[in-house]
């Protein structure tokens, strides 16, 4: 309801007082019928006004059109299934009355009551409007239309007609003024429970909640807001009183200005002495004040010479900076030392590298040796394993053939053409063997060159995921920026607003340092980037109390040891003078001059942790070097970066190792560009790679395939010659057996039998040799492995021993910033004692001449208790009286006047004041017995309430309670259904759906009997409930609407009205099913579902 004037607030108020106080003065002892009856009476000139006749609705919400619904003077059932449009009525009732679409809990806007793919939705609401308290019955007739029409954009129009048709009025305040009259309430929930408010009301846990709801429905809340608002005004009219009376004393004064004018007419004289005393007394006051400044000052001068802080600040940086210098110069010799230390390992590496490949050469040749020794023993066996065999023969021989002759001719012929073939195999195995040599080492090539080849793949795909991951960064800064500085960065920055919100923060955080500042020149973003480093991420606090706070917000965002840097250091709204500390140079700009930051705090954090103001950007490498290293650096520049970001100091060099400036890059989309330019690139050179990767795989395959091959080209090769062997051999002793030489078959068994022993020792040798080969390759590759983690490790080491000689150099230089700073304060110091000194030397010289001129005017020195402020003041006033007497000498007449007129004026005006009290004082006594009388109606209501909750819970064998507590501002109400009555548990969640929804419905009948409305709403009141509950709670409101029956109910409800009695009194509207499209389900709260209903009549 909107704001009325202050008249039309108390007249309301009345108003609603009076309809209350009626229906208080019901005794409590009397029945239901009673209640009724007096109701009744009381309402016999109300009954015909406010009630609603009809409602109309088109292309509002998801319906096209539906009514107009004729609405009787009683009881009325709205009755459908979901999407028939149900709530859309009363949807449409709480809109076309003016209501806003957060009362609804339907939407947040009018727009969002717009039919789908409509421009407009048109409500009509007919009020009737008979009887002698009928409103502008002469105007309206009997009845007003009341035309809401909702634009897309949610805007609407509001037009009231008569009975008639006639337009009226479509002022918003004429329709205020007819629901004030017609005392409907639209956010009251007596007059329209919704849906959702019943459901907030059966799962509320608070009790608070409980109770505003009574007060909101007894209209107890808007007379308590009324009474506030009395209480503001009286009190804005006392400041206006006592502003008024601060104005008296000014008024006051001037009549006693004017009064003493006129009782000092004849005291002209006197007023000269008295200025000539308060002369000599100025004079000697005077004196008495150089005197006390004279005395303070050698006070002062004391205490400067005892004040020894600043020499002792002084002498505490001093050893500060002492302990920091060891510092920087052992972290520095330690950084070179490990530097040295990883060149040397990176030299050793290379030449290591070397020794490794030549030793897996030896080892694979070594291996080549032993297996052909292998082979060379193994045929070496199997020849005396025959020749073994042909003895054996030859001895158990006993005859001889007689064409031996014949026969041992053709075994020597078959002889010589197998030692030829042998010859041949032989040659063939050579050449194998070669062969196979050159393929292993192809072999041992194509996949060195498959691992270079693996391992640069390897680095590009690194990179590649790495600019990919920058490239999404950048894509999601395109919206927000901040994401540049980290995914988390801009949801940390809402809980530090939402912290700075609650108070958390005794100033809120500044950060982070990236976001803040910005580049005069874009190209200088690497250099910058590089001098400030890890500080881009960093946010600032003023104290270690905002730090905690900040820290535990960072938890929920970052994990441990990953978090941004926290800098403490109070805030300051101006810039650090660093007139003497900065670095100047004629050509080329500091840090501090290329960047502009959006608070002072941010320079300053930067100039105490980084040092900006003392460091240059020169562009060119070569310039660089000879500014800071060919001579003497420039004053006050410890370092310089250039355009790549190389660290440049005057001994030493640091190359960048960054080409593009991540945060504080200026062209977004270039940056953008350049980037998938870049993964392009990547992206061929990783399929180049593959390609030679999978083509070097193949080769290797193809190599793997063509050394087995000839190598089961050599075995078969080998068993043929061992074939070829076994079969000489055996000739050989056929021969033999033929001319029976069995002595010189053993003599060549016992030789071979020395060579095999021969060849078993050149076996094991080549083992030896073999076993020997591979530990020294796994030595080698040992070693190799372990220097190349000692340099990883190296370089991890030397990356903290960077950071804090960074640190340690920043807080080196804020240490030698304090001293010149310091020094100069002992300077100044010692300079204001000096200048303190010659002050009071001065002042005593003053002082010598004030006495002198003192004593000319009163040779005797007189004692004064005023100040010379009071006493100038007094003789200005007194001169002026003088004045003004000298120029009104002769007419007294005009300062009687005037001191008359004055009189007159400051005795009116303190009347004034006066009855201005009074009237506060007897409206705070009103004001004291209406909240009496307040309380005792709030205390009315609720016992009233209560009895009626009592007695409706009877009607279902229940009994329950409702607790009042009006200076907590409480409602607890408990209820225990048949057969708990023992339980300890009483609290409405403990209930079922339809006992906390009957419950509901009995606390809303007992607020319906103690307020009054011209129509009653209730929305889906009996879903939760089951048969036996809700024929209870039908009868009950049936029986309240028999007993109100100048009053009209409406109840929507999805259930069956079967069951209800046949009278006049009750009229039920019956809504058809919504027509929905094949395969959809849907209800009517989806404001884009094309569903309808139209009216029908039982």
């Not at 009219?237 to 601060?246: A, G, L, M």
């Not at 005077?286 to 000052?297: F, G, I, N, S, T």
């Not at 001093?318 to 302990?323: E, S």
């Not at 408990?974 to 339980?983: A, L, N, W």
Request: aromatic share 6%.
């Amino acid at each position: 309801m909107s704001k009325r004037k202050a008249k039309e607030i108390s007249d309301a108020t009345a108003f609603k007082s009076r309809k209350v106080t009626s229906v208080e003065n019901v005794p409590r002892e009397k029945n239901h019928q009673v209640t009724s009856s007096n109701s009744f009476c009381h309402s016999t000139n109300t009954g015909d006004i406010g009630l609603i006749e009809s409602i109309t609705l088109k292309n509002f919400m998801c319906h096209h059109f539906l009514g107009p619904f004729h609405f009787g003077p009683n009881v009325n059932f709205i009755v459908g299934n979901n999407g028939s449009g149900k709530s859309a009525i009363l949807t449409a009732l709480i809109v076309g009355l003016g209501g806003k679409a957060t009362v609804t809990n339907r939407g947040l806007s009018l727009k969002d009551f717009v039919k789908t793919n409509e421009n407009t939705a048109d409500i009509t609401v007919k009020l009737r409007n008979r009887g002698p308290d009928a409103y502008k019955k002469d105007v309206y007739g009997d009845s007003i239309s009341i035309e809401h029409r909702i634009s897309g954009d949610g805007c609407r129009t509001c037009r009231l007609k008569n009975k008639s048709g006639q337009l009226i009025s479509n002022k918003k305040e004429e329709l205020t003024a007819i629901l004030d009259h017609f005392n409907i309430q639209l956010d009251n929930p007596v007059s329209i429970l919704s849906q959702e408010m019943s459901k907030q009301f059966l799962h509320s846990k608070n009790e608070s909640d409980k109770y505003k709801f009574f007060m909101k429905a007894t209209l107890l809340e808007q007379m308590k807001r009324d009474y506030i608002h009395i209480k503001h005004t009286k009190t804005v009219t006392r400041q206006q009183v006592e502003r008024q009376e601060e104005c008296l004393k000014d008024l006051k004064q001037e009549f006693l200005q004017k009064k003493e004018r006129y009782e000092n007419l004849a005291s002209f004289s006197d007023m000269k002495a008295a200025v000539e005393n308060l002369k000599k007394a100025m004079a000697w006051c005077l004196v008495r004040e150089k005197e006390q400044l004279l005395q303070q000052l050698k006070e002062d001068i004391v205490n400067e010479e005892n004040n020894c802080k600043h020499q002792d600040n002084l002498q505490l940086c001093q050893n500060k900076i002492i302990q920091v210098e060891k510092k920087l110069q052992f972290i520095r010799s330690r950084t070179d030392n490990l530097r040295e230390e990883q060149d040397s390992m990176l030299e050793g590496n290379l030449k290591l590298r070397e020794q490794v490949k030549v030793i897996r050469k030896a080892h694979k040749e070594q291996e080549l040796v032993y297996f052909r020794a292998l082979n060379k023993l193994k045929q070496s066996e199997q020849e005396q394993n025959i020749l073994l065999e042909k003895i054996n023969k030859s001895k158990t021989s006993e005859s001889a053939n007689s064409d031996g002759e014949t026969e041992y001719t053709k075994q020597q012929k078959t002889l010589c053409d197998l030692r030829e073939q042998l010859a041949e195999l032989q040659d063939k195995c050579s050449q194998l063997n070669e062969e196979i040599k050159n393929k292993h080492q192809a072999l041992f090539t194509g996949k060195e060159e498959r691992d270079k080849l693996s391992v640069e793949e390897r680095n590009v795909q690194a990179l590649y995921e790495s600019k990919l991951k920058k490239k999404n960064q950048l894509l999601a800064s395109r919206s927000n920026k901040l994401k540049r500085f980290g995914d988390h960065v801009p949801d940390l920055l809402a809980a530090i607003g939402q912290a700075c919100a609650t108070g958390r923060f005794l100033k809120r955080p500044v950060g982070p340092i990236g976001a803040c500042i910005s580049l005069k020149d874009p190209t200088l973003a690497v250099a910058v980037e590089c001098c400030l480093r890890g500080f881009v991420k960093a946010f600032c606090c003023d104290n270690y109390k905002d730090e905690a706070v900040l820290q535990e917000l960072m938890s929920h965002y970052y994990p441990k040891g990953n978090r941004p840097q926290i800098i403490v250091s109070p805030f300051s709204d101006k810039l650090y003078n660093i007139h003497g500390r900065k670095a100047h140079h004629p050509e080329y700009p500091s840090v501090l001059d290329i960047i502009t930051a959006t608070s002072p705090v941010i320079i300053n954090c930067l100039i105490d942790m980084r040092g900006i103001e003392s460091i240059l950007i020169i562009k060119e490498k070569d310039k660089a070097r000879r500014v800071m290293q060919q001579g003497r650096p420039p004053k006050n520049c410890r370092e310089a970066f250039t355009a790549e970001g190389d660290q440049v100091y005057p001994n030493r060099y640091y190359t960048s190792d960054f080409n593009t400036a991540v945060y504080l890059g200026g062209d977004l989309e270039a940056e953008i560009s350049m980037l998938e330019s870049d993964l392009e690139n990547h992206q061929a050179q990783l399929s180049r790679f593959q390609l030679q990767v999978n083509s070097v795989t193949e080769d290797i395959v193809n190599m793997e395939n063509n050394l087995n091959s000839t190598v089961m080209t050599l075995k078969k090769t080998l068993a043929s010659v061992n074939q070829i062997r076994a079969a000489i051999t055996e000739l050989e002793t056929a021969g033999e057996e033929q001319v029976n030489d069995i002595r010189s078959l053993e003599e060549v068994a016992q030789e071979n039998l020395q060579k095999i022993e021969a060849e078993r020792q050149i076996v094991q040798e080549a083992k030896t040799e073999l076993d020997r080969q591979r530990e020294m390759v796994e030595d080698a590759d040992a070693k190799y492995s372990s220097i190349r983690e000692r340099i990883d490790q190296l370089s991890e080491e030397m990356e903290p021993q960077k950071d804090e000689q960074l640190k340690l150099e920043a807080e080196c230089a804020k240490h030698e910033r304090n001293l010149k700073i310091l020094e100069n304060k002992v300077k100044v110091h010692e300079d204001n004692i000096q200048a303190m000194r010659s002050d009071l030397a001065q002042r005593e010289e003053e002082l010598q001449e004030y006495v002198a001129k003192a004593t000319e005017i009163s040779p005797e020195r007189q004692q004064v208790s005023g100040s010379t402020k009071s006493i100038d003041s007094e003789i200005t006033r007194l001169k002026k009286k003088i004045k003004v007497y000298e120029s009104n000498h002769g007419e007294q007449e005009q300062v009687v006047r005037e001191y008359a007129e004055a009189l007159a004026l400051y005795r009116e005006k303190t009347n004034q004041v006066r009855d201005l009290r009074r009237f506060i004082d007897r409206l705070d006594n009103i004001m004291s017995d209406r909240q009496n009388r307040y309380k005792i109606m709030r205390r009315s209501l609720s016992v009233r309430c209560k009895l009626y909750f009592n007695n409706f819970l009877i009607k279902m064998n229940c009994c329950g309670s409702m607790i009042f507590d009006h200076n907590n501002e409480t409602l607890s109400i408990s209820v225990k259904p048949p057969g708990r009555e023992e339980d300890g548990v009483s609290d409405m969640r403990s209930l079922s759906g339809g006992e906390r929804s009957f419950s509901t419905v009995c606390f809303m009948l007992s607020l319906w009997e103690i307020t009054e409305s011209p129509f009653r709403c209730l929305d889906e009141f009996d879903v939760y409930m089951d048969m036996h509950n809700r024929r209870i709670c039908l009868d009950l409101l049936l029986e309240l609407s028999e007993r109100q029956h100048l009053r009209q109910f409406i109840f929507i409800t999805p259930l069956t009205t079967s069951n209800l009695p046949k009278t006049d009194l009750i009229k039920i509207h019956q809504l058809r099913d919504p027509e929905r499209e094949r395969g959809q389900t849907g209800d009517e709260d989806d404001p884009q579902h094309e569903g309808g209903g139209f009216f029908l009549k039982v």
